[in-house]
């Protein structure tokens, strides 16, 4: 299922064989909260680069909901997107909730923020309806370790994560036969805060149970980058060199260079759509923010070195002009930009790992970034 | 500049040369107000059938400013889009902010909604924005009747707006050298309310100035379908064989039949985007409401008789879902459906005409969204 091709240090270049299809990693993946990257229709999806995206069952199972996706066949065909799909497992944002929500052993009962219903999630809901929605990569529900917390708080956080991976991981292989996706395959969440000891406590219980892909969680929660490297630097050599690795939620195109640096094989984060709405644009000489005054006259695209279209046909001051105006193009334009960045960075690193050139890219890349950053 | 290439009863077939290249007519354009269709890329457009489109001198002189479209090389080159643009007078808009304008015989001074600035517009300035803009069309600015208006109120609008025509023309004249588009045409207006009599001294001031087109304006203004068949019965029989006519603002699928049936070439009209991003959407068998619940889980797309990208990918029930979420794509897919769907019925119009099917189309179109109404 997943097979490593070439190394070059601890960089990994590799695929990923899905239902949807096989993904070439290190893979970067866009999220599609409510069955759609905002503003990208699954054509220009492709278009920018995208191999395989991230689904949010906890907004999926409130709107639409998850029956009503198995009803017209899953998620892939409800959206129309052919590719691989990974989901989620909604503790993520039901912990984002605060207040409104309630945790026990058995899992979380949340108010729906859509209609004020009491909904529970645990980790047998959270498989069933991953496996209604029909993904290729089914997360284990765990519990985001709060940050900071005292060595104690996350212990007893990651080792709560731990009994609802293991009932997750039963769910999955009792509920196979009925997923929209029988092919589908489940991933563990390595947690344990910034403590290394229990990042390793953690790895090494899920690989007892088992599973078909190791992320880690927790990380790009508020921390410094200094501890999100020193929690990666000690996890990621302990992790089977076999399995896909997937840090989840991150992050800047500094970090995806450093998580591959490190031997990250998958990431997801918001950052490239969300930003690309608001005018935050990534460029080989750091960031452009659109609304800057600055850019109201100027003739030049975003990154005179990008080949996307929005590059190829629009000028800053058109792009300022429509965020100015809030016209939907803008977004449109600018996210597919931002999509298309991340996606071509991920294949040069696929290329540099190829070629044994890893560490001279990676210093061309951020010897750009720093020297030219327009946005200090 | 103007050519018709066949006509069936009434209904002609057309083709008019601009600077950006030769339209087919009867034409559709979509209304482009910041310079976007707001919601499409121009190769969106372009896919959707557009061939022309229409920008807003009242929007675009406020944002971001005619002077600085200039400096960026004209309209054309700031949103993008090199097919031939038809710009408005400015004067609709303006006359929509009510109290916020005052009306004399040098032309209108009104606040800007924008910054709350005084702009003032008259023939000469509206002229120099549209020159600045680089429209191929540019239209002379008018003053848009009341509706209802007695006679003699009407008389005078009327009267106003052929003062002010003499000023286009002559201001036009003047300014060609200077303009972004040297060969841009000038299209009189034709006012006078729902008054035959005023409506035709109107054409004959007009035919007097001369113009390279002649446009139909005042209509759609919240009079019945009679009055605006009874108007353009009158009119359009008046008017020369050999100029393009424009029937400006109009209208819906039926508008646009009747139009085309009494002999008008050109349509533009914010329906199918606006009522696209609102969820009317224009089918072969009426309008289809997507918020309707009864499309939450309909596999169907929003017309089976469609080829548009819309309807090849995409089932009612995800359009309803991502209109319920406030999804941009939503607004994307149905905008394109419907500007699918109307230059779809152009090209069956021009089709028509040609090959001398004109009634038998128009009787089947109107038999089917009649007796297929979905909306009633």
């Known amino acids: 299922m997943f097979e490593v091709l070439e190394t070059d240090g601890q ?4 695929r990923l064989q899905l239902p949807h299809g096989s993904v070439e990693t290190p893979v970067f993946q866009p999220c599609g909260t409510y069955g759609t990257v905002k503003g990208m ?25 998850d029956q009503q996706i198995r009803d017209l066949g899953g998620l892939h065909n409800f959206m129309g997107w052919s590719g691989p799909i990974l989901t989620d497992s909604g503790g993520f944002q039901v912990f984002s909730l605060g207040d409104l929500r309630k945790l026990d052993e058995q899992g979380v009962v949340f108010k729906s923020p859509v209609n004020g219903d009491k909904v529970q999630l645990t980790p047998e809901s ?7 929605l029909g993904s290729d990569v089914v997360m284990v529900l765990d519990e985001c370790t709060a940050h900071p917390a005292a060595p104690k708080q996350a212990e007893e956080s990651m080792l709560l994560s731990m009994r609802w991976a293991r009932r997750c991981r039963d769910a999955f292989d009792r509920g196979r036969e009925e997923s929209v996706n029988p092919g589908a395959k489940l991933f563990g969440i390595v947690q344990g805060g910034m403590y290394e000891n229990l990042r390793q406590v953690s790895l090494e219980g899920l690989l007892e149970i088992g599973f078909d892909g190791y992320a880690i969680g927790g990380l790009s929660v508020g921390e410094s980058k200094e501890d999100m490297d020193r929690v990666l630097s000690a996890l990621l050599p302990l992790m089977p060199g076999g399995s896909p690795r997937y840090l989840m939620g991150v992050g800047t195109p500094q970090d995806l260079v450093r998580g591959v640096a490190l031997g990250v094989d998958m990431f997801d984060c918001v950052m490239p759509t969300r930003n690309g709405r608001n005018g935050y644009l990534f460029s080989h000489s750091g960031v452009v923010k659109i609304r800057n005054a600055k850019h109201k006259n100027s003739q030049r695209p975003i990154d005179d ?4 279209y929005t590059c190829k046909n629009f000028t800053r001051a058109y792009l300022h002009h429509l965020d100015r105006c809030g016209e939907m193009l803008g977004a449109m334009l600018m996210t597919h930009h931002n999509l298309h960045y991340y996606h071509k960075l991920m294949a040069q690193l696929r290329e540099a790992i190829e070629t044994g050139t890893f560490r001279t890219l990676t210093r061309s890349l951020f010897n750009d970034w720093n020297n030219n950053d327009e946005s200090v």
Chains 1, 2 share one sequence.
Do not use: D, K, Y
């Open 126 to 132: 959270s498989i069933q309806v991953q496996g209604n």
């Open 305 to 308: 070195r990008c080949e996307c």
């Open 11 to 14: 960089a990994r270049r590799g």
């Open 41 to 65: 229709t699954p054509v220009e999806l492709t278009r920018a680069g995208t191999q395989m995206l991230l689904g949010n069952t906890f907004h999926l199972m409130l709107r639409p909901g």
